[in-house]
């Protein structure tokens, strides 16, 4: 079964890094596009930041600069480092992924800067 298991949220002051990951089984994120969402309260789901299949990365303007997505060399994880976070980073953030013509999605993990 393909499945998208993210960890490594919590809560930090405003400054403070935190490093979610996402674990991909079924499938490796070699050949396709990853990305990195978030919710808060409220607001309407966003594109935090996305790996694509060339190499080639996204960052909304909101998080460029102090957030960096990355994969592991086993193409099975993908990481979000977060750094200098802000108290508008606050959201539950999913990991989610297209193969061929299925989205999928991950549970998401809570990120709260306060």
């Known amino acids: 079964d393909v499945q998208l298991v993210e960890s490594g949220g919590g809560s930090v002051q405003p400054g403070g890094s935190l490093r979610p990951s996402c674990t991909a089984t079924g499938f490796t994120f070699e050949d396709v596009h990853a990305a990195w969402y978030r919710q808060a309260p409220g607001r309407r789901c966003e594109l935090v930041s996305a790996?694509?299949?060339?190499?080639?990365?996204y960052y909304s303007r909101s998080v460029k600069g102090r957030f960096t997505i990355s994969r592991d060399n086993d193409k099975r994880r993908v990481y979000l480092q977060m750094n200098n976070l802000k108290s508008e980073d606050t959201a539950l953030y999913y990991c989610?992924?297209?193969?061929?013509?299925?989205?999928?999605w991950g549970q998401g993990t809570q990120v709260t800067v306060s």
């Open positions: 989610a992924s297209i193969i061929g013509a299925s989205a999928y």
């Open positions: 790996f694509y299949r060339d190499g080639d990365t």
